[in-house]
């Protein structure tokens, strides 16, 4: 089974302008998380999305956001890209189950976007 | 590779010995704990779980423990081989703040292994 797929692997961007990040999940995998990760900040949850709908938000600002499509592929968005936002963006899928058998509902990481703000 | 974390404490072992990653977890209603295991340029690559209800699991040369009392999560390695060089979070899931899918990650903890 192929395994998370983000792209693009890079991008470098300046002040102001805005990004697209793109996350394939496992096949078969229904929820799709996106996180932050910064050498000063470590891991952060952004948002996690099952079914085409946001079922949990982090707390960042809404210059970040997410969609969801139909296939459970999704993409996240920074808008007005600041400095701050220089990171590496990871996306886990899971089965999405919110009960019962937790075993079967582990996340798997992409390889992850290194987004540098320049 | 990308830097993961510049500032992360280290544990440095020498290849054979075993290892002991420690972290302290944030919630106390926290009810599954998980750890992973991050190389250089790579995303987090799950290794082992633990349920709130259990005190010990084993896996493949891992063993977690989870001490509810004082809200203490370790992971032993045994034998650690040089492959096992990299940076180990351990991550809690508290029903409660934000629902099975949110994984609140420790800051984590890098191991060296030396040959």
Not at chain 1, 1 to 27: D, E, F, H, M
Not at chain 1, 62 to 69: L, N, P, T, V
Not at chain 1, 86 to 95: G, M, Q
Not at chain 2, 75 to 89: E, K, M, R
Request: net charge positive.
């Amino acid at each position: 089974k192929a395994g998370v797929t983000q792209t693009p692997r890079y991008l470098i961007k300046t002040r102001g302008q805005q990004v697209t990040l793109s996350c394939s999940p496992i096949s078969g995998h229904r929820s799709v998380s996106w996180y932050q990760q910064t050498p000063g900040q470590g891991l952060q949850f952004l948002f996690e999305y099952f079914s085409e709908t946001q079922r949990n938000k982090g707390n960042f600002p809404g210059r970040f956001s997410g969609r969801q499509f139909s296939n459970s592929r999704s993409e996240m968005n920074v808008s007005t890209l600041e400095l701050g936002d220089s990171a590496l963006y990871l996306c886990a899928s899971s089965l999405g189950y919110e009960w019962g058998n937790l075993a079967k509902n582990i996340q798997y990481f992409g390889a992850g976007t290194r987004l540098s703000v320049l | 590779g990308e830097s993961v974390g510049l500032h992360l404490p280290t544990l440095s072992v020498q290849e054979g010995d075993n290892s002991i990653i420690n972290c302290a977890y944030s919630n106390s209603a926290s009810d599954y704990f998980i750890w992973y295991k991050q190389e250089s340029g790579k995303g987090p690559q799950f290794i082992i779980d633990i349920r709130s209800n259990m005190d010990k699991r084993q896996g493949q040369r891992v063993t977690v423990l989870l001490n509810k009392t004082v809200k203490h999560l370790s992971l032993q390695i045994a034998a650690t081989q040089p492959g096992d060089s990299a940076v180990y979070f351990c991550a809690e899931i508290s029903p409660f703040s934000g629902g099975y899918n949110k994984l609140i990650f420790g800051a984590g903890t890098r191991l060296a292994v030396h040959p």
